[in-house]
Nanobody, 112 residues
Framework: EVQLVESGGGLVQPGGSLRLSCVTSGFAFTSSGLRWYRQPPGQERAWVATISEDGALTNYQRSVAGRFTISRDDDKNTFYLDMHNLTPDDTAVYSC?????WGQGTLVIVSP
């Protein structure tokens, strides 16, 4: 059974930081590109970041570039999204994705 389980969301003040984790199992993690998406309230889900199979390449949505970092730990079948200098516009449900598989999402709220 394939599982992707996010954690790390929560309430944070503007300017703060969070680390999201996606623990996975049941598929070929080390040969998969990995992605984070987010869905702000009342909006459609949008792509945030990608990391390549070997971790050498990353790509970011323009609004998060320079503030967010995607990384992976192949020994743990886990990948991460480090988020810094958060703003209220980053409020969303964040979901991890690999191949056709999705996590359930974790809510990030950025508010004073």
């Amino acid at each position: 059974e394939v599982q992707l389980v996010e954690s790390g969301g929560g309430l944070v003040q503007p300017g703060g930081s969070l680390r999201l984790s996606c623990v996975t199992s049941g598929f070929a993690f080390t040969s998969s590109g990995l992605r984070w998406y987010r869905q702000p309230p009342g909006q459609e889900r949008a792509w945030v970041a990608t990391i390549s199979e070997d971790g050498a390449l990353t790509n970011y949505q323009r609004s998060v570039a320079g503030r967010f970092t995607i990384s992976r730990d192949d020994d743990k079948n886990t990948f991460y999204l480090d988020m810094h200098n958060l703003t209220p516009d980053d409020t969303a449900v964040y979901s991890c994705n690999a191949q056709t598989y999705w996590g359930q999402g974790t809510l990030v709220i950025v508010s004073p």
